[in-house]
């Protein structure tokens, strides 16, 4: 049996809304892609470094505390250079899908260059984690017309880079079939966080009790109108102190209501393959 609450999402019996929990471990490869002259200024490159290095250790923590698996999706320059952050969170039991190659902004890309990239993550990832990723994550949520029939074509089970709805459904064509799993800015951490002078962000950084706050009411309007929220984070921005502890408040918030399905994407996505 399963339950049927008013998005008619066949969630599993006993739930009527699901939460994954997200990160893009995106380090030094966001900033690269964005200017590769950026590899000239180490401060910034340690800001981004702290990802891997000190926040992913720490949020592993808080999710092995509370036995919650999440979906982290890793561009390839990322897996190659923290190969040990990779092989921790696998070893975790976590989920690992694709996030491009060098976190390359697929606007204006080529098909060719599209393909490339694809590719590129797909090997990395295969080195790495010693597995093909069921998911995709485009980088900055940008995609091209030609993206998911792309995913399709190299054998990925869902996406999560759309914007249209509250829950996940599937996407049929006359030439391919694919799960989206639609995202929002809102419970995106980039939004609150992201600061670096000249670089990135309006130099307004919210307080971690803020974001907690808010973030706590998009979880409980996803859950009464039987919706999917994916929270979006990044290891070098949520994975500081005070913001992983707020992190740490929410999940034990959603772990308290029975109704919530706190499930990795790959998971979520399997409702609508079955």
């Given at each position: 049996?399963?339950?049927?609450?008013?998005s008619?999402?066949?969630?599993?019996?006993?739930y009527?809304?699901?939460?994954?929990?997200?990160?893009?471990?995106?380090?030094?490869?966001?900033?690269?892609?964005?200017?590769?002259?950026l590899?000239?200024?180490?401060?910034?490159m340690?800001?981004?470094?702290y990802?891997?290095?000190?926040?992913v250790?720490?949020?592993?923590?808080i999710?092995?505390?509370?036995d919650?698996?999440?979906?982290?999706?890793i561009?390839g320059h990322?897996a190659?250079r923290?190969?040990?952050?990779?092989?921790?969170i696998l070893?975790?039991g976590?989920?690992?899908?694709h996030h491009?190659?060098?976190?390359?902004n697929?606007?204006?890309?080529?098909e060719?260059?599209?393909?490339?990239?694809?590719?590129?993550?797909l090997k990395?990832?295969d080195?790495v984690?010693?597995?093909?990723?069921?998911?995709?994550?485009a980088?900055?949520?940008?995609?091209?017309p030609?993206t998911?029939e792309?995913?399709a074509?190299?054998?990925?089970?869902y996406?999560?880079?759309l914007?249209?709805?509250?829950?996940?459904y599937?996407i049929?064509t006359?030439?391919?079939?694919?799960?989206?799993?639609?995202?929002?800015?809102a419970?995106?951490d980039?939004?609150?966080?992201?600061?670096?002078?000249?670089?990135?962000?309006?130099?307004?950084?919210?307080?971690p009790?803020a974001?907690?706050?808010?973030?706590?009411?998009?979880?409980?309007?996803?859950?009464?109108?039987?919706?999917c929220?994916?929270l979006?984070?990044?290891p070098?921005?949520?994975g500081r102190?005070?913001?992983?502890?707020a992190?740490d408040?929410?999940?034990?918030r959603i772990?308290?209501?029975?109704?919530?399905?706190?499930?990795?994407?790959g998971?979520?996505?399997?409702?609508?393959?079955?």
């Amino acid at each position: 049996m399963e339950s049927a609450p008013e998005s008619g999402f066949p969630w599993p019996e006993g739930y009527r809304a699901a939460v994954a929990v997200t990160f893009d471990m995106d380090a030094e490869s966001v900033m690269l892609a964005a200017d590769p002259t950026l590899a000239d200024r180490p401060s910034l490159m340690s800001h981004q470094r702290y990802g891997p290095v000190t926040g992913v250790p720490r949020l592993l923590r808080i999710l092995a505390d509370r036995d919650v698996r999440a979906t982290f999706f890793i561009p390839g320059h990322s897996a190659e250079r923290y190969p040990d952050a990779v092989a921790a969170i696998l070893a975790a039991g976590h989920e690992v899908a694709h996030h491009g190659y060098l976190h390359e902004n697929l606007v204006g890309a080529s098909e060719a260059d599209e393909r490339r990239y694809l590719e590129l993550g797909l090997k990395a990832l295969d080195k790495v984690a010693g597995a093909r990723p069921a998911g995709y994550r485009a980088p900055w949520w940008e995609t091209t017309p030609r993206t998911l029939e792309l995913l399709a074509e190299y054998g990925f089970a869902y996406d999560s880079s759309l914007f249209d709805r509250d829950i996940p459904y599937r996407i049929v064509t006359p030439t391919y079939s694919l799960v989206e799993i639609p995202v929002s800015w809102a419970l995106d951490d980039w939004e609150k966080y992201a600061f670096w002078p000249g670089v990135t962000g309006s130099g307004v950084i919210e307080p971690p009790s803020a974001v907690l706050a808010n973030w706590w009411e998009e979880v409980q309007a996803h859950e009464a109108e039987g919706g999917c929220c994916v929270l979006t984070m990044h290891p070098f921005l949520s994975g500081r102190p005070a913001r992983a502890r707020a992190l740490d408040a929410l999940l034990d918030r959603i772990l308290e209501r029975p109704g919530l399905w706190v499930a990795t994407m790959g998971e979520i996505a399997g409702r609508l393959v079955m």
